[in-house]
Nanobody, 125 residues
């Protein structure tokens, strides 16, 4: 079992920045690929960014490329999402997720086994 706890969400204005953190516990963090997902009201959960166990494989949704940065610190069992130049359309509940790293990058929510409770990000115009 892996327990994930997100933090860092909040209410900001368009153009501002936020950094989300996801602290993991329970199993060896470096075994796991991690992902950040988001879900806006009335919409499906979507992948925002993913990172492999050793940070060698990183990928972003087109909508956030150049604005968001995913990173991880295996010594601290934490994955981060730095969000810059935020837009109102980034408003959503943000979740971190984990799956055992198999060398393949997975972007679908169904491919992840462990989830945090989510943190709300609201961007006003």
């Amino acid at each position: 079992q892996v327990q994930l706890v997100e933090s860092g969400g909040g209410l900001v204005q368009a153009g501002d920045s936020l950094r989300l953190s996801c602290a993991a516990s329970g199993r060896t963090f470096s075994w796991y690929a991690m992902g950040w997902f988001r879900q806006a009201p009335g919409k499906e959960r979507e992948c925002v960014a993913i990172i492999s166990w050793n940070s060698a494989r990183i990928d972003y949704a087109d909508s956030v490329k150049g604005r968001f940065t995913i990173s991880r610190d295996n010594a601290k069992n934490t994955v981060y999402l730095q969000m810059d130049s935020l837009k109102p359309e980034d408003t959503a509940v943000y979740y971190c997720a984990a799956r055992r790293d198999s060398g393949i990058s997975y972007r679908q929510p169904r491919d992840y086994d462990y989830w945090g409770q989510g943190t709300q990000v609201t961007v006003s115009s």
